[in-house]
């Protein structure tokens, strides 16, 4: 297996499919996020912070957004 961080790995997996590659990045972000759910959090002042992103992919019709 290729050394190097989750993304150079992810994406490098991904480099055949029709969809770019910033729709790849953030479908990796968003899974992250998705994985840590609640159980990791950041104490900001008086609050906690979760990781959590809600994601949507936008673009131009015919951009291969659901490859």
Wanted: glycine letters at 8%; charged letters at 20%; aromatic letters at 16%.
């Amino acid at each position: 297996m290729k050394e190097g961080d989750f993304f150079d790995q992810y994406l490098a997996y991904t480099q055949e499919t029709e969809a770019c590659a910033i729709y790849h990045r953030w479908c990796a972000i968003i899974s992250i996020s998705a994985l840590l759910a609640r159980n990791c959090w950041l104490k900001f002042g008086h609050f906690t912070v979760y990781p959590n992103i809600y994601g949507m992919l936008i673009g131009e019709p015919g951009a291969r957004k659901t490859t």
